[in-house]
């Protein structure tokens, strides 16, 4: 065996040494950083060599300080503008800042009752929320009507129209995502418009099955952290590629029948609690009606202690066929004679722990005595006790078969009640699930990415791979008008053509430019209009130099997402 | 002197435990890090074994368990302990590093391990046999001394080896054998 050298005792490690390589999230940054350097070899290094991306990498910070300095030295009006940019640039960067307004691009909405699993079709997107897994500030399930407010950003228009920073951090290196598209969802207790964000059960996440418009494999999963302003790693993507419409078609029939057994499921437990809490409540009422027995009159023993008192019927109806009734005092030998004597202010009756069994409470001033009796009767009472008794008896059995038949087909009454409903709501929901899925089948025909998040905060979550910024010649900017006078401008933006990757260039003086890549810059300027540099013409200097570049402004207003499309779509949408 | 023997053996309760560990990883790579705070030792011991320098072991674990979370989707949960696993994506690191870098493994041999071979082989201990042992060792087919390393300088049963391996554990027994009696005949013929 081929050897390095070896070690004979060698002495182990200490755990000063075990401890310096332990370092878990340089290997989670690690991860989140794969896609972007396996991407860096198929699109970043366009006609470059390895030997000099590195470099370049490295001194991009460097870069931009030395862009700062140059902004500071030349001095024209184009520039001023730029002085002008930067100023803005950090708001632009560091929060969610829609340029033409938050509600351009409008959230659609659902709403649900959060008790039930629920499946929303929202656009072209699948939303399955489990059941009792949305709560509020406090932590408690939210049993209120829901609702659910969804919209997606798929294209570059979309994604400049949002106004959500696609920057992305890594190891101190800023790249931007090149985006299979963007969510956001977001829930709210419907009957309380403004009121606090909803959270979701952590052990419950929504499942938000999402189609894509790219095909491709190798995207992480972020979710954008409003408080810190940026995005979080959350996974990577499993994109489930269809590789036909009837693919597609089960995926989506197979949530929906989970959802449908689920719910099912749920319906069919809530409906035999529904049947067991009334058979219960029936039982009860027997039980009731049992205790309303009458008591078969006892004849008084020869020797038995008698105590006459009159309670009153309406408290012990079993006594009703006792007139005449005496309590015989049970327990003789713990009796005491002497409270037999005395005089007492009053006489309580209760019933004993044993059936057919009274406990009588005496009580005067400063004294009280119990005693454990039974009814009995003497002599003629007793007799006649016993004919009313017979006669007691019968009605009574005769009451309680018939509130029992009575019972019993109420029972069943609710019960055929409840199969109905049950099947009545089993057969609707089968005409939701064809119905929808006829549409799907109308719907969708095109795309056939399905990417599937597992959504345990409301927000904004996409699907990205980060990209290094453009590499290859690097310009200072100088932007024109139609009539070739200084543009201003409140935001720049960079698109590749054939990529969907917005570069936010918004305040730099400076940048690089792929001169391999079909390159389209958009302005928005102070007024609100969209300005666009369909071709990029580099300058004939390789060096850092400036580039004149002409825009079309277009005095359009921009009040829907329509007239963005009608200006950038066909430019830098994919 | 130390012998580094990996937790191999865990009751029902701890590999529940992984399990729900291993689970949540597969949900998102920040769940892995109980699993990394479990076997990031044994995983580091092992490597530095077979490594001469401190700053590779930290490397190539470091890049072990980068592929285990990356991998995680394809693990599947069989009631064995995970370290396994780890230990396979290890080797196979270790292995690449090698090619790469053009380097040989180092050889770390213990006393007592030495020490429990020569009383397996039914021999009494003595210095003499000691070092011819130790002097041997370094010598085998990497195979068979990578087996005798884990048997008896890693205290890992057949059990373990075979699924580190991937081999049954008959298998990782038999062959350890063999690599033994090899090492005997090898001793035999110098004494020769």
New interface residues.
């Given amino acids: 065996m081929k050897n390095e050298g070896v070690h004979k005792d060698r002495n182990p490690l200490s755990q000063e040494e075990i401890a310096k390589g332990k370092n878990f999230d340089a290997i989670l940054n690690k991860i989140s950083n794969t896609s972007a350097s396996q991407e860096l070899g198929t699109n970043s290094l366009k006609g470059k060599s390895a030997s000099w991306i590195k470099p370049i990498l490295y001194t991009l910070g460097l870069v931009a300080s030395i862009a700062v300095v140059v902004l500071l030295l030349t001095k024209n009006n184009a520039n001023e503008a730029v002085i002008n940019e930067e100023q803005t640039a950090q708001n632009v960067e560091i929060s969610i800042n829609p340029p033409f307004g938050d509600e351009i691009i409008p959230f659609q909405t659902a709403f649900i009752n959060p008790n039930e699993d629920q499946l929303l079709d929202i656009g072209r997107s699948q939303i399955r929320i489990p059941a009792n897994s949305i709560l509020d500030a406090n932590g408690k399930e939210v049993t209120e009507q829901v609702k659910i407010s969804f919209r997606e950003f798929h294209t570059n228009s979309e994604i400049l129209v949002s106004g959500i920073p696609m920057h992305y951090d890594s190891s101190g290196t800023r790249m931007y995502f090149e985006s299979a598209g963007m969510f956001e969802i977001k829930a709210q207790i419907a009957d309380k418009p403004g009121s606090e964000e909803l959270a979701i059960h952590q052990e419950k996440p929504i499942q938000v099955s999402w189609t894509s418009k790219s095909n491709d494999t190798y995207f992480n999963q972020y979710f954008y952290n409003q408080d810190k302003n940026e995005w979080e790693f959350i996974v990577k993507d499993r994109a489930i590629v269809m590789n036909s419409e009837s693919d597609y078609l089960d995926y989506k029939r197979n949530n929906k029948l989970a959802v449908l057994e689920q719910r099912i499921l749920n319906y069919d437990m809530e409906l035999s609690t529904k049947v067991d809490e009334q058979e219960l409540k029936l039982q009860e009422e027997i039980q009731k009606l049992e205790a309303q027995a009458p008591a078969k009159p006892i004849e008084a023993e020869l020797d038995a202690m008698l105590v006459a008192i009159d309670a009153d019927t309406k408290y012990f109806p079993e006594l009703k066929a006792y007139d005449g009734y005496k309590f015989e005092v049970l327990d003789l030998d713990r009796f005491d004679q002497r409270k037999a004597d005395l005089e007492w202010n009053s006489i309580d009756v209760k019933r004993g722990n044993k059936k057919g069994t009274y406990i009588l409470h005496f009580w005067r001033p400063g004294e009280d005595y119990e005693v454990l009796c039974k009814p009995v009767l003497v002599g003629e009472d007793f007799e006649k006790a016993q004919e009313k008794y017979e006669e007691l008896f019968v009605s009574y059995q005769k009451g309680v078969e018939q509130k029992k038949a009575e019972i019993r087909t109420k029972l069943a009454q609710v019960k055929a009640e409840e199969a109905s409903r049950k099947a009545e709501f089993i057969e609707q929901r089968k005409k939701q699930l064809e119905a929808i899925v006829a549409l799907r089948q109308a719907e969708y025909s095109a795309s056939m990415t399905m990417r599937v998040f597992q959504v345990r905060n409301f927000g904004i979550w996409n699907c990205d791979a980060p990209q290094y910024l453009p590499q290859g010649q690097e310009v200072i900017l100088v932007k024109l008008d139609d009539m070739g006078a200084p543009l201003m401008s409140s935001n720049l933006y960079l698109v590749e053509k054939g990529r969907n990757t917005l570069y936010n260039m918004t305040g730099r003086a400076s940048f690089e430019i792929n001169p391999e890549a079909d390159n389209v810059l958009i302005a928005i300027t102070p007024t609100g209009n969209i300005a666009i540099a369909d071709e990029v013409v580099l300058p004939a200097e390789k060096e850092k130099a400036e580039c004149k570049t002409n825009f079309k402004v277009y005095s359009d207003k921009i009040t829907t997402m329509q007239d963005v499309q009608n200006i950038l779509s066909s430019r830098i949408d994919m | 002197?130390?012998v580094?023997a990996g937790k191999y053996h865990q009751n029902t309760t701890d590999l529940l435990q992984e399990k729900e560990w291993i689970e949540a990883a597969k949900?998102?790579?920040?769940a892995?890090?109980p699993l990394?705070?479990k076997y990031?030792?044994p995983v580091?011991?092992f490597v530095?074994r077979r490594?001469?320098r401190?700053d590779d072991?930290?490397d190539i674990?470091?890049q072990t368990?980068?592929q285990a979370?990356?991998k995680i989707?394809d693990y599947e949960f069989r009631g064995l302990p995970f370290s396994s696993w780890l230990y396979r994506i290890a080797l196979n690191e270790l292995n690449g590093f090698f090619r790469k870098s053009e380097?040989?493994?180092?050889?770390?041999?213990?006393?007592p391990g030495v020490e429990l071979m020569i009383k397996e082989m039914g021999s009494e201990v003595d210095e003499e046999q000691l070092t011819q042992i130790?002097n041997k060792l370094?010598?085998?087919?990497?195979a068979d001394?990578l087996l005798i390393e884990m048997r008896f300088f890693e205290s890992k049963s057949f059990k373990e080896i075979g699924d580190i391996l991937e081999i049954t554990e008959n298998n990782a027994k038999v062959r350890s054998y063999r690599a033994i009696e090899r090492l005997k005949i090898a001793l035999q013929k110098e004494m020769r």
Avoid at chain 2, 103 to 111: G, L, S, Y
Avoid at chain 2, 138 to 142: G, I, K, N, R
Wanted: proline fraction near 5%; avoid cysteine.
């Fill in positions: 002197m130390q580094i949900q998102h790579p920040g892995f890090r990394y705070d990031y030792e580091l011991q530095y490594l001469s401190i072991a930290y674990t470091s368990f980068l979370i990356q989707q380097k040989f493994r180092a050889v770390v041999i213990e006393t130790m370094p010598l085998l087919a990497s001394f």
